[in-house]
């Protein structure tokens, strides 16, 4: 089992930054890919980023591309993501998840993550 806990969301203007952090409970967290998703209102949740367990693979959704940056801190129990450059578009409840299925690649698919947390706003003002 493993709880998800995400922090760091806001009221921003376009332009700014935040980096998101998600702290995992459990032992196992370093052995799980673990991604980012967000839903805007009226939206279906999208892919944002996802990075494999070691940090060695990373993927990110075109939207985001260039933007966004997702780490991770195993030590830390800990998945960050540095969103730069916000747009109004940016603006969504930001969910992270864990995948603990063993996968070739990395999964956009909300379907194939096992655990979520709760969310934390991002709000981007123009």
């Known amino acids: 089992q493993v709880q998800l806990i995400e922090s760091g969301g806001g009221l921003v203007q376009a332009g700014a930054s935040l980096r998101l952090s998600c702290a995992a409970s459990?032992?196992?967290?370093?052995?799980?890919?673990m991604g980012w998703f967000r839903q805007a209102p009226g939206k279906e949740r999208e892919f944002v980023a996802a990075?494999?367990?070691?940090?060695?693979?990373?993927s990110y959704a075109d939207s985001v591309k260039g933007r966004f940056t997702i780490s991770r801190d195993n030590a830390k129990n800990t998945v960050y993501l540095q969103v730069d450059s916000l747009k109004p578009e940016d603006t969504a409840v930001y969910y992270c998840a864990a995948d603990q299925a063993v996968r070739s690649t990395l999964s956009t698919r909300v379907t194939a993550y096992n655990y979520w947390g709760q969310g934390t706003q991002v709000t981007v003002s123009s």
């Open positions: 459990g032992r196992t967290f370093s052995s799980y890919a």
């Open positions: 990075i494999s367990w070691s940090g060695g693979r990373i």
